[in-house]
């Protein structure tokens, strides 16, 4: 695994940390990132030595959504614009059937594709600040990463509709009430809680643990695996049919 630039990773027990590291930045998504992430979670996965992995942000905020100045044109250092990574094209799936346990502790405001990326993850806790934006219609985008799926088999269909369709933000209190989140703990506390969480589970069989999963995500894997497609078709019309919003390149970019 390369050296990471964007994302800062460590274990602290049993438990692997990783940590959006763009604090300046509001932990903005560019498609460097989204590389480390996958090298991330697949070093976490073999590492025989972590039974849990833990993600959260730097700073103030979990992930303010995909930087603006990626999403008009600047390529990151392997040449990548966002929509071009695995992360987003097709990383879902293989976040969501990971087969040790993940948690997402939410910091702060998570934007866009820093709430699809929560969405494959086994528990979401949430500190008070954190704020959940779903922009996309307003932008004149699909939402990605197996949302379309993931949404309403979180919340029910109703209110993932009303979510999507509203472009809604929703705050801690109210994501734990539609069942987004499990939790909402004080923010002084959210790491610490997330990473005795983690290492609980930690403590389980780690093959129980991923045959629990397999059966539990049996089904709905080929489901995401469907959604995830589907959202690239309907991408690929609205690109066809020329619906493109002034402040984003290219309609690909829907996560």
Same mark, same amino acid.
């Given at each position: 695994?390369? %050296?990471?630039?964007?994302?800062?990773?460590?274990?602290?027990? %049993?438990?692997?940390?990783?940590?959006?590291?763009?604090?300046?930045?509001?932990?903005?998504?560019?498609?460097?990132?989204?590389?480390?992430?996958?090298?991330?979670?697949?070093?976490?996965? &073999?590492? &025989?030595?972590?039974?849990?992995?833990?993600?959260?942000? %730097?700073?103030?905020?979990?992930?303010?959504?995909?930087?603006?100045?990626?999403?008009?044109?600047?390529?990151?250092?392997?040449?990548?614009?966002?929509?071009?990574? *695995?992360?987003?094209?097709?990383?879902?799936?293989?976040?969501?059937?990971? *087969?040790?346990? &993940?948690? !997402?502790?939410?910091?702060?405001?998570?934007?866009?594709?820093?709430?699809?990326?929560?969405?494959?993850?086994?528990?979401?806790?949430?500190?008070?600040?954190?704020?959940?934006?779903?922009?996309?219609? #307003?932008?004149?985008?699909?939402?990605?990463? #197996?949302?379309?799926?993931?949404?309403?088999?979180?919340?029910?269909?109703?209110?993932?509709?009303?979510?999507?369709?509203?472009?809604?933000?929703?705050?801690?209190?109210?994501?734990?009430? &539609?069942?987004?989140?499990?939790?909402?703990?004080?923010?002084?506390?959210?790491?610490? *809680?997330?990473?005795?969480?983690?290492?609980?589970? !930690?403590?389980?069989? #780690?093959?129980?643990?991923?045959?629990?999963?397999?059966?539990?995500?049996?089904? %709905?894997?080929?489901?995401?695996?469907?959604?995830?497609?589907?959202?690239?078709?309907?991408?690929?019309?609205?690109?066809?049919?020329?619906?493109?919003?002034?402040?984003?390149?290219?309609?690909?970019?829907?996560?």
């Amino acid at each position: 695994m390369r %050296s990471p630039a964007t994302i800062s990773v460590e274990r602290i027990g %049993s438990v692997g940390v990783v940590a959006l590291n763009r604090p300046d930045r509001l932990n903005a998504y560019t498609p460097d990132m989204g590389d480390e992430l996958v090298d991330a979670f697949r070093a976490l996965s &073999t590492d &025989t030595e972590v039974g849990a992995i833990v993600v959260t942000g %730097s700073g103030r905020a979990f992930c303010a959504g995909a930087d603006r100045d990626f999403l008009n044109g600047q390529l990151s250092r392997t040449g990548k614009q966002i929509g071009e990574e *695995h992360f987003i094209a097709g990383f879902a799936e293989e976040l969501f059937a990971l *087969h040790k346990p &993940t948690i !997402a502790a939410v910091n702060g405001p998570a934007v866009g594709i820093g709430v699809t990326m929560l969405l494959p993850f086994d528990f979401r806790i949430a500190g008070t600040r954190a704020r959940f934006g779903f922009p996309f219609v #307003g932008l004149g985008l699909m939402p990605g990463m #197996g949302s379309t799926y993931l949404l309403p088999a979180i919340v029910g269909p109703a209110q993932a509709k009303q979510i999507l369709l509203l472009g809604k933000t929703i705050d801690a209190h109210d994501a734990l009430d &539609t069942g987004l989140v499990h939790e909402v703990v004080d923010d002084r506390a959210l790491f610490d *809680h997330a990473l005795a969480l983690g290492a609980r589970l !930690a403590e389980h069989d #780690g093959a129980v643990l991923a045959g629990c999963k397999r059966i539990l995500n049996h089904q %709905s894997v080929a489901m995401l695996r469907e959604a995830v497609q589907r959202e690239r078709e309907e991408t690929q019309r609205l690109i066809e049919n020329g619906r493109r919003t002034a402040d984003h390149a290219d309609g690909r970019f829907c996560s």
